[in-house]
C-alpha cells in the first residue's frame, strides 16, 4: 500500500470522515460521537446503491491495480509523493497529465498535496473573490478582526460560506448577481482570547449576523476573469440568524409551530446550518438548514432526540442570551428549524421563506427538476448516518414572466404536492455481501426503488399517507415518518442533483465509518463496505426519465477511496488513470455533462479537492482533480460555468488545537493576518473554456 501524505490536524479514528475534531464541535455539534438518532428496524442503503458493475468491468479495473500502484508520474500514484508539499510555489501538487480527457475535463491533473493554499492547474488563474468581514451594505465599516460588532457583521459577508449561486443581472453587462450560504460559525478562529465557557454578549451577536446568507453582486474582468464584489449596490444584502422570515406551506400556523414570541406559529427569525441548496427555474435560490440540533440545549423529548438534540448546554452556549434556544423553556422554537429556506435575491425587500411542505429533517441541499408539464421536483438529502433521502413533487406549474403577480405565484410552488422518502431494493442474496466490496453472484450492485408517498398539501389542506400520524407531524418530525414507512437507511446522504443532459440522478453518499461496527447495521447491496470511511455515489435512472415517477432503478457510478484499494470503483473506468477521491459531498453539473465533485474532509492524506467525472461516453468514470484547498479547509459550493470554476473555501485553519493566537493557516492573506473563509474563481489564463 502506497504511503499517505501527513497533514497538521490528521483525523484520527475517534473522528471519522476527515474531519478534525474542531470541525465537529462547531459545524455538527459532534454528530459522530452522539448515539445514531435512527433507531428503526428499517432496512438499509447498502442493498441499493448503484450498479452496472459488470463483472468485465471490474475485472479490468483489478487488471490495472498493480500498474497504479507502480507507475510515476501518474496522477493515482503520486499519492505518496513527498515532494507534492516541497514544490516550488504556485506548482505545488501540480501533475504532468498532458490534460487530455473527456470535453470539459482536458486539464492536467492536480496531484494530492498538503499545501496551504487554492492549487489549481497549469495554465489556470485564480483570485479571491469575496473573504469574510468584507463591506458589502453601505454604511458597514471595513473588516477589523480586533473590533469585531454585531452591527458591522451585518453589513459584511458571512462566515463559512457554503453553497453558492451566480445569477443573471439583466441590463448590468459583465455583472452577475452571488449568493452565498454561511453555514456556521467557529468563534475560536474568530475571536482573540475566546472562552468556549464564557463567551460574551457581543461574541454571541456578532456570531447571529455572521450566520444566513449573503447577496452581492460581481463584477467581471473580461481581460483576466477576475470577479470582483460591487459594494453598496442595491441588491446587496445580508440575512442573519435573527431576519424575520416567514413559515409556508401546510405546517404553517400549527401548533406545533407556535411559541410564546409568535402565537400565530407563522414568523420565524433566522435562518442556521444553511448547507448546500439549489437554483430554481424562476430565478430564487434555495438552501437547507442543516445540523441546526446543535444551537438547541436542554431538551429531554423522544422526537428530539431522533433529531440529535441534546439534554445539556450548548457548545456555543447561545441558550444564555435567548430563551428560544432552550427548548425546556421554549419547547416549539426547534420546531421551525430544519427546512429548505426560499430566496428572492433580486428583491431586497422580499421576505425569505421556509418550506414545511419540503418536511423537517437536516437538509443538506435542495435541487429543483420541472416535470414536462412545469411542475417543480425538489431532491434532498438528510445527512446522517444511516438516514434517508427525499424529494418533493408540486402539484402546481411554473409561470414564465418577471412581474409581480407571476413571482409570487412561482413563490408558493413548493407550498402544494407530495412528499416522498426513498425505498431501494437490492437484487442479490445478503449472502453475497461481505463488506469487503466484493461483488455478488450476479456481478453487480444494482436493484430498483420507489418513492413512498408521506403527505400531501393542497389548497384546502393536507392529507397523511403515514399511518398514526397527522400531516401536521409528517411535515414536522420528517424523521419519524420516514422510520414508519419504512424507508432505506443510507450513509450520509449530501448532494442530490440530476444531471441537466441526461436526466439521470445522482445521490452523493459521504460516508459512514459505522457501518457494520459494533451493533451497527452491516453491510449490504447498497452500501457493500463495513466501515465505509470513503463514500461513494448512488445514480439513479427514473422511470421513463420522468421526475414524477414513483420507481427507478439504481446502480453505482463510484466508489472513492485510493484507486489501489479493490473496493473502489470508478464507473468501470482504468483506476490507474483517475485521481484518488475521498468523502464526497457538494455536486453540480458542467455544460457538458459532468459530474463536478466536492470533498468534505478526506481520508488519503491529502487537503479537500473539487474533482471532475466523466458521466457518458467511453471516458464514463473518468474523474480528475481540479483543485486543493488550504489546510483545514473544505471545498464547498461548486459552481462550473463555460469559462469560469467557483468553490466556497470553508473553515480554512480549522485544525485540532489551532485559535486565532495560534493559526494553522495563514491563507487567504498570508502571515500575520486572520484565517479567513472566502470564495475563489479559476479561470483559464488563455480566456477559453474550461477542460476543452
Keep these: 500500500m502506497r504511503k499517505l501524505l501527513p497533514i497538521i490536524g490528521t483525523p484520527s479514528a475517534a473522528h471519522p470522515g476527515g474531519r478534525s475534531a474542531m470541525t465537529c464541535r462547531f459545524r455538527c455539534g459532534d454528530a459522530c460521537f452522539h448515539e445514531v438518532p435512527n433507531t428503526s428496524d428499517n432496512p438499509y442503503v447498502g442493498d441499493v446503491i448503484s450498479g452496472a458493475l459488470s463483472r468485465r468491468s471490474v475485472m479490468r479495473a483489478a487488471a490495472v491495480v498493480t500498474v497504479a500502484t507502480a507507475a510515476a508520474g501518474t496522477v493515482a500514484g503520486t499519492v505518496g509523493a513527498p515532494a507534492a508539499s516541497a514544490a516550488p510555489a504556485g506548482k505545488a501538487g501540480r501533475s504532468a497529465g498532458k490534460g487530455d480527457g473527456a470535453r470539459g475535463l482536458r486539464f492536467g491533473a492536480v496531484a494530492p498535496n498538503t499545501t496551504d493554499a487554492v492549487v489549481v492547474p497549469d495554465g489556470y488563474r485564480q483570485n479571491v473573490v469575496i473573504r469574510w468581514g468584507e463591506p458589502i451594505l453601505r454604511g458597514a465599516p471595513a473588516f477589523d478582526p480586533e473590533r ?17 449561486a451566480l445569477l443573471p443581472l439583466p441590463g448590468e453587462r459583465g455583472r ?4 452565498a450560504n454561511h453555514e456556521y460559525t467557529d468563534e475560536v478562529l474568530m475571536f482573540r482570547g475566546y472562552d468556549a465557557a464564557n463567551p460574551t454578549r457581543q461574541q454571541v451577536e456578532v456570531a447571529w449576523a455572521a450566520h444566513g446568507l449573503s447577496a452581492v453582486v460581481v463584477e467581471e474582468d473580461r481581460r483576466t476573469g477576475k470577479l470582483t464584489p460591487v459594494p453598496r449596490h442595491h441588491l446587496n444584502r445580508r440575512v442573519t440568524a435573527t431576519t424575520e422570515f416567514r413559515l409556508t406551506g401546510p405546517a404553517a400556523g400549527s401548533d406545533l409551530l407556535k411559541t410564546s414570541a409568535d402565537p400565530t406559529g407563522t414568523k420565524v427569525l433566522g435562518t442556521l446550518n444553511n448547507c448546500s441548496g439549489g437554483t430554481t427555474p424562476w430565478g430564487t435560490t434555495l438552501h437547507g438548514e442543516e445540523n441546526f440540533n446543535q444551537y438547541f440545549a436542554n431538551s429531554g423529548r423522544p422526537t428530539d432526540k431522533r433529531y440529535g438534540i441534546g439534554t445539556g448546554a450548548t457548545e456555543r452556549k447561545w441558550e444564555r442570551f435567548d430563551q428560544r434556544f432552550d427548548v425546556a423553556r421554549e419547547p416549539n422554537e426547534v420546531h421551525r428549524f430544519g427546512y429548505v429556506v426560499e430566496f428572492d435575491p433580486y428583491d431586497p425587500s422580499s421576505t425569505p421563506r421556509k418550506h414545511t411542505a419540503l418536511g423537517r429533517f437536516k437538509h443538506e441541499a435542495a435541487t429543483v427538476r ?11 438529502g438528510d445527512d446522517e448516518r444511516f438516514d434517508y433521502f427525499y424529494k418533493f413533487v408540486s402539484s402546481k406549474r411554473m409561470r414564465k414572466g ?27 442474496p445478503a449472502a453475497d455481501i461481505d463488506g469487503t466490496g466484493k461483488l455478488p453472484a450476479d456481478g453487480e450492485f444494482d436493484g430498483s426503488g420507489a418513492w413512498i408517498p408521506l403527505a400531501t398539501a393542497t389548497a384546502d389542506g393536507a392529507v397523511s399517507h403515514v399511518e398514526g400520524m397527522t400531516a401536521d407531524e409528517v411535515f414536522v418530525f420528517t424523521r419519524l415518518a420516514g422510520d414508519k414507512v419504512g424507508a432505506t437507511k443510507m450513509d450520509r446522504p449530501e448532494d442530490i442533483q440530476p444531471n441537466p443532459v441526461s436526466g439521470k ?36 435512472t427514473e422511470r421513463r426519465n420522468r421526475p414524477e415517477s414513483l420507481t427507478f432503478a439504481w446502480s453505482l457510478f463510484l466508489v472513492a477511496g485510493d484507486p489501489g484499494d479493490p473496493a473502489t470503483y470508478f464507473a468501470g473506468f482504468p483506476k490507474d488513470r483517475v485521481s484518488p477521491i475521498s468523502c464526497p459531498d457538494n455536486v453540480a453539473f458542467d455544460p457538458h455533462g459532468n459530474l463536478w465533485i466536492s470533498t468534505d474532509g478526506n481520508q488519503l492524506g491529502s487537503h479537500g479537492g473539487l474533482f471532475g467525472v466523466a458521466t457518458r461516453g467511453e471516458r464514463r468514470g473518468e474523474l480528475k482533480q481540479f483543485l486543493t484547498v488550504p489546510t483545514g479547509a473544505e471545498t464547498c ?18 485544525v485540532d488545537g489551532a ?4 493559526p494553522a493557516s495563514t491563507w487567504p492573506d498570508g502571515p500575520g493576518r486572520i484565517v479567513r473563509p472566502a470564495v475563489v474563481a479559476v479561470w483559464r489564463a488563455d480566456g477559453r473554456d474550461i477542460g476543452v
Excluded: C
Design 148 to 164: 469585531q460588532t454585531a452591527a458591522a457583521q451585518a453589513g459584511q459577508f458571512g462566515y463559512n460560506n457554503d453553497f453558492l
Design 176 to 179: 452577475q448577481l452571488l449568493v
Design 370 to 380: 420541472l416535470t414536462a408539464d412545469g411542475r417543480p421536483v425538489v431532491y434532498s
Design 402 to 428: 418577471s412581474g409581480r403577480a407571476v413571482r409570487e405565484h412561482n413563490l408558493s410552488l413548493l407550498d402544494e404536492g407530495t412528499l416522498y422518502v426513498a425505498r431501494l431494493t437490492g437484487d442479490s
Design 505 to 540: 440522478v445522482y445521490v452523493v453518499l459521504t460516508n459512514n465509518s459505522n457501518r457494520g461496527v459494533g451493533a451497527n447495521a452491516k453491510a449490504d447491496e447498497a452500501n457493500p463496505r463495513t466501515a465505509n470511511k470513503h463514500g461513494h455515489i448512488l445514480e439513479l
Design 637 to 654: 459550493g461548486p459552481i462550473v460555468q463555460d469559462r469560469r470554476v467557483l468553490v466556497a473555501v470553508q473553515h480554512p485553519g480549522e
Design 659 to 662: 485559535s486565532v493566537e495560534k
